[in-house]
Structure formats: structure tokens, C-alpha cells
């Protein structure tokens, strides 16, 4: 296999090295086509079928039948630039749609956050402030342009934010977040540049991968998996960013 991830199936990946394995879960594409299709029609097709893939990944890793019961899950990429915060944002809004609960998406990344600038809300008072602060964890949220979604985006920054995942005052929001909401969503920095995953990880259900298509080393994955397993967090799965691929058939026709 190359140092980078092939393509294994339209569907996503499978890792595998002695053990360890990760189930594919599902892949978030890119769409592309050669043609001379008008730009806004191409970025239409692209939210249709960023859409079937969200809710595709939901219902594997949230509502198919004979699962695991998940309420609290981190998504966490390899390399900065994965694509995971719009993974997590995506997943959150398919779940949302399709659920009578409530979801919360946690911007746990105080390295580079972008969920509010993905919702178009404000960062003003989130989870660190949470963190240093009294009052219930719901009012530190912000409702996400629906009734059931929210975002409890990263709040106020200083140097040295970061350390505040590493607190006892962490696991005690968490617990709170777990009764306020029925699905958490945490969104975390890089797992090859910090280890914020792993204070996250220990704390909630288990753990996405988001890899890049072409681009995330597969060494640097299989490095990632035995440190996560070596925490005892499980990783749940795999998903396949930024795969690109042509239009399909059925969308095209619509265009």
C-alpha cells in the first residue's frame, strides 16, 4: 500500500495492520465534474450529496439498528486541514433533522476553532468560559438555526486555554452536557500535533477519525489508533474527507 490511503470502496476505507482495524464509516465528498455545469448548479449538487453522506454516516454511527447506544462522540482528524470541524458540524445537522432529541456541538478546538464561523454565530461565551465560570452549562450555548441544534462554541482564548481540557471542572460540564442534551458532539485539534483528543476521548463514548482522501499518511493513522487505544478510547470509525468524485448520475439530471 502506498504511504497514502487508497481508495478502497465508493463507500470509504478499511485499515488494517496486524490487530488493528477500523471500521470505514462513511466518506464526505467533493464533487466534480468537467464539464462546463454553472458554478452555482455544481455547488448545489455538492450540498445534495454532502447531505446523503451526513445522514448516510448518522445512521451508522448514531441510529441503525442493533448499535452501540452513542450519545457522546469526538471527531478528530489526523493532520490540521482534514476537514474535520465540517465533518462534525455536518453530522450534527443530519442528526439533528432527524431526531425529536436535542444535539449540542462542543468546540473543543482552542487551537484554530471555526464551528461558529461554520453556524455563522458568534464565539463570544463558550466552553472555556464555562470552564471558569458558574451557571448552568445551556446558558454558555447558542441555538444553531434549529429548535434542537446548539453549539457551545470555544468562548473566550487566552495562552493558556488549552490546559482547561486537562481539568476536573471538564468532566463535571461533561457530565452536565450528557444530562442537558441527548447527543454531544465535540469537535478537537489535530490528533498529530496535540493531545487534546485524548482528554476528550476518555470522557465521552468513543472517537471518529476524519482522514483526508490522497493525503492523510496511513502510518501516521495506524500511530493514532494504538495511542487512542493505549487510552482506552474507542475509536468508532473512520471517515473519508474530501473524496472527489463526478456528479452522480441522478443529481446531474437535475442540474
Known sequence: MSKNFELMQQAGIEIEHERTAVPSLNSIPLVNRD????PSKIGLALDQVTREESLKLVQRLFLGQGVK??????FAGID???GCSRV???????LADNIPGSVCVVDANLRAPSLPQFFGI???WG???????EGPIRSFAKPARRDNLWLLSCG????DSPNLLNSERL?????????????VLVDVPPLNQYADATALGQITDGLVLVLEANSTRRESVLKAIETLRSAQIEVLGAVLNKRTFPIPEFVYRRL
Not at 35 to 38: A, G, I, K, P, R
Not at 171 to 183: A, N, P, T
Open 35 to 38: 464539464d462546463n455545469s454553472h
Open 69 to 74: 447506544r452513542l450519545r457522546a462522540v469526538v
Open 80 to 82: 490540521r486541514g482534514n
Open 88 to 94: 462534525c458540524g455536518e453530522t450534527a445537522r443530519a
Open 122 to 124: 458568534t464565539n463570544h
Open 127 to 133: 466552553l472555556t468560559d464555562a470552564l471558569l465560570k
Open 156 to 159: 473566550s482564548l487566552a495562552a
Open 171 to 183: 468532566k463535571e460540564r461533561f457530565v452536565e452536557l450528557r444530562k442537558e442534551f441527548d447527543y
